[in-house]
């Protein structure tokens, strides 16, 4: 031992007089360096530090000089294990490793490199130690959220499939066992295995799907089809197939997404309602002739929301179909879809329905006839219906849909909408306006039609940027050119004053009187002279661009997960550690029968058919257990509340 530790002690003190006056240009290139780096002899002794290490340890170089580096860095009296430096000495070759550094409290990447003598002796050793900490840090979070959204996706009841962009599977969701009877691992390592399993008898359809997504796949490339497969087993499924294309951030397209839910027992009821439809054809003509005589809405829908029977009413005031049959086996949103598409100019030409509630769940998960109001703009015109709805039953019993029935009330409505507006208007003339219009916390204005202000408070004159409501009455010419980023806001604000006579929180873009910026929130009626000329527009707005910037940055954070949480075919809950439910998607909603603000009020025990059997379900998840809860569900559409 002692003759070993001699030669290296003689090589360490010679390490230490080469670097005590290295070259100029390397000295002060070493002192540069951002991280700390040293010269070490071969015994684990500090020859030399820059000015990153000593500002790191706090200890001057002389403090440093001469102790072991593992005394300093680790409060250690030997190297840790996996140091890279003990490895150098071992091997004679540069190493590196990660290592947390309890002085620099986090982690670093160590390098060390040997200097050899002419023969083939370390001379001293290079160290060098970058900070990763942000970095680690960084990587767990990201192994996270992959986790999350992996789980995610793997409990999902229905089929997904992620397609690179060489349309190579790289994601199968494990359902696909139970609907196809090959696992998810089949079907990465045999990119051809969906297209072997498809019908004979519906390969074509399989085939233009295909060509379709070779075609383009734009954002907004959506395509749906229904199809069958041949299982593993031999059995036949009906498969409903939703897909699109994804792309990056950038643009960059990265493959598709594609969803395939099992609707094979649709299928067989649907197919089953036709077979009992030719058995009473001449009844069902007889019903299609009253239905098409009179000027209510009639139609009858499965239980995926898609046309079993429309009368000619439907076709013409609502769907906008070609004939009563076009319509079967096609669901409201293809119409709707179909009259956007046909006027992308006009985002008012079809609206209806997009405010209402799902009143086709309603009625399943009920299972009663309820009445409800539904409007919304068709071909441009308001349309307000006063709809009946009610349980469609098959001859055993079974629910299989549902019948409405839609009466065209858009005249009385028109009719009361427009005595309230009166009433509000009356009440508004009545109001001390002076006084509210000097002392307000919130612009108000008075501006004609043709882009002057007639008055502007003090507050609005701020909030455009100028000094007193005079110099803005003053200044402001042209109302669309000077105030409105886009002039199609302005117009828009103005049809809002011809067709309804006001306008509630109605947002643009606007600009001060500097060209800064700004998002406006203002509401508005039109005054009126008595043969019904509009005199002028009066109304108040807020600031509400600090707002906006925080929405838009909260909508950004949260899409990519609430995306997958409100389309998916499943019901989602998520609970607290107490069992309470923090938040429930539509789906869920949808099949327990209350509202997802009611669904927040209650706890996993309210929801389960068996408060005992919940209870140790609770335990189970506390414990970490991943836990089916399809029992559970089955027993909850079944109405056992």
């Not at 590196?96 to 409290?105: M, Q, R, S």
């Not at 909030?463 to 828009?492: C, H, L, S, W």
């Not at 006579?501 to 508005?524: H, L």
């Not at 379900?617 to 079944?638: N, S």
Request: hydrophobic share 35%; net charge negative; glycine share 8%.
């Amino acid at each position: 031992m002692t003759s070993r530790r001699s030669p290296v002690g003689r090589r360490s003190q010679a390490g230490i007089k080469r670097v005590s006056s290295p070259a100029p240009g390397w000295e002060a290139l070493f002192q540069a360096l951002p991280d700390p780096a040293m010269i070490l002899g071969p015994d684990f002794s500090i020859l030399h530090v820059n000015r990153a290490t000593q500002q790191a340890t706090g200890l001057s170089e002389q403090e440093l000089k001469g102790r072991p580096c593992y005394e300093i860095f680790h409060d250690a009296s030997r190297p840790p294990q996996g140091c890279p430096l003990a490895e150098v000495i071992a091997s004679g070759r540069g190493g590196t490793a990660e290592l947390e550094v309890e002085i620099l409290k986090g982690a670093y990447r160590v390098a060390c490199a040997p200097a050899l003598d002419e023969n083939g002796n370390i001379q001293n050793i290079i160290h060098l130690a970058s900070d990763i900490t942000e970095r680690k840090k960084l990587a767990q979070a990201l192994r996270a959220s992959e986790e999350k959204f992996r789980t995610l996706a793997d409990f999902t009841y229905g089929w997904e499939t992620w397609l690179d962009a060489q349309q190579q599977p790289v994601y199968v969701s494990p359902a696909c066992e139970r609907i196809s009877g090959y696992r998810p691992q089949e079907f990465i390592a045999d990119a051809g295995l969906m297209e072997r399993i498809v019908h004979p008898d519906d390969k074509e359809i399989w085939e233009q799907h295909l060509l379709r997504h070779r075609q383009g796949d734009g954002p907004d490339n959506l395509d749906e089809i229904i199809f069958r497969i041949v299982r593993r087993d031999g059995e036949t499924r009906w498969i409903e197939h939703v897909c699109r294309a994804v792309h990056g951030a950038d643009g960059t397209y990265l493959g598709r997404r594609a969803s395939n839910r099992d609707i094979t027992k649709s299928k067989q009821a649907e197919e089953a309602l036709h077979e009992k439809e030719e058995n009473y054809k001449s009844l069902y003509e007889m019903i299609r002739l009253i239905a098409d005589n009179i000027p209510d809405l009639v139609w009858a829908k499965d239980m995926e929301g898609r046309y079993l029977f429309t009368n000619q009413a439907i076709v013409e005031k609502l769907l906008i179909a070609r004939d009563t049959e076009e319509p079967i086996g096609k669901t409201d949103l293809y119409f709707a879809g179909r009259q956007r598409a046909a006027h992308p100019e006009n985002p008012d030409w079809h609206t209806f329905g997009e405010l209402c509630v799902n009143t086709d769940g309603i009625i399943h998960a009920s299972q009663r006839a309820q009445r409800f109001e539904e409007s919304g703009n068709v071909k441009g015109e308001f349309l307000f219906l006063d709809v009946y709805k009610a349980p469609f039953w098959d001859e055993q019993g079974n629910m299989i849909g549902t019948v409405g029935i839609g009466r065209d009330v858009t005249h009385e409505k028109v009719l009361e909408r427009e005595s309230k507006q009166a009433e509000e208007a009356l009440r508004i003339a009545e109001a001390n306006y002076r006084s509210i219009f000097e002392n307000a916390t919130v612009g108000i204005f008075q501006s004609t039609p043709q882009g002057r202000f007639l008055s502007v408070n003090p507050v609005m004159a701020r909030i455009f940027g100028y000094d007193t409501p005079e110099e803005m009455v003053a200044g402001v010419v042209n109302i669309e050119k000077q105030d409105y980023v886009d002039p199609a806001d302005r117009r828009e604000f103005q049809r809002l004053m011809i067709e309804r006579g006001e306008a509630r929180e109605f947002t643009s873009w606007n600009y001060r009187k500097n060209g800064e910026r700004i998002w406006i929130q203002e509401s508005a009626r039109a005054v009126k002279d008595a043969q019904g000329n509009i005199l002028y527009y009066e109304g108040f707005l807020s600031d509400i661009t600090e707002r906006k910037r925080a929405e838009d940055a909260k909508r950004q954070a949260e899409i990519r997960y609430r995306s997958l949480f409100e389309q998916t075919h499943d019901a989602i809950f998520i609970l607290d550690l107490e069992g309470r439910h923090l938040d429930a998607n539509p789906r869920a909603a949808e099949m327990l029968g209350y509202t997802r603000n009611e669904i927040l009020k209650l706890s996993f025990a309210d929801t389960s058919a068996q408060l005992q059997e919940s209870r140790q379900v609770m335990k189970r998840l506390h414990a970490g257990e991943h836990i089916p809860l399809y029992d559970t569900v089955g027993e909850l559409e079944a109405g056992q509340r």
